[in-house]
């Protein structure tokens, strides 16, 4: 097996108060897997939605064309289906529907198996203050790091 990898989502954490984290399983072909396992994908701009039959979609999530794959390659910008427990997946569709909540992908990785699996997470959107208050602390603690560094 090839090393793991880790593709985080980095602007979910700044834009996003996380709830809740879940694990979930990808459908995908040969070519996406394959693509994934070089690191050539990108969760960014991902996010994730339920369809008339209450299955899970990430939508505008991008994994590059595999170099090597015929004309059987797969499309870079397609929605891949979620694999969730029947409960988790009802509670995460009354939640987003009742309260106003999303789910985001927070990062994508391969298991010791080779599995692809996508960290997902129950959010509600910050505020531009909250968003502020963010970019304070991690300034402060910055600047903390630096003096203790110097001595």
């Known amino acids: 097996m090839q090393k793991n ?9 700044f ?3 996380i709830l809740d984290k879940y694990d979930a399983g990808i459908v995908l072909s040969g070519t996406e897997i394959k693509s994934i396992r070089l690191g050539k994908a990108s969760i960014a701009e991902a996010f ?6 209450s299955e899970l979609f ?19 910008k397609s929605e891949r289906k979620l694999l969730l427990n029947r409960k ?11 309260k106003g909540l999303t789910i985001v992908p927070l990062r994508l990785f391969t298991t ?8 997902i997470a129950l959010c509600r959107g910050k ?3 909250d968003k502020r208050e963010t970019m304070k602390e991690r300034d ?12």
């Open 5 to 13: 990898v880790n593709i985080l989502n980095k602007r979910a954490k």
């Open 15 to 17: 834009d996003f108060e």
């Open 48 to 53: 994730c939605e339920f369809n008339d039959r």
């Open 58 to 76: 990430v939508i505008n999530s991008t994994v590059e064309e595999y170099a090597y794959g015929t004309h059987y390659n797969h499309r870079a």
């Open 88 to 98: 988790e997946l009802k509670k995460l569709e009354k939640d987003v529907q009742n």
């Open 112 to 119: 010791d198996k080779g599995l692809a699996k996508l960290e």
């Open 127 to 129: 505020k531009n203050f």
């Open 140 to 151: 402060t603690k910055r600047d903390l790091d630096r003096i203790k560094k110097s001595f």
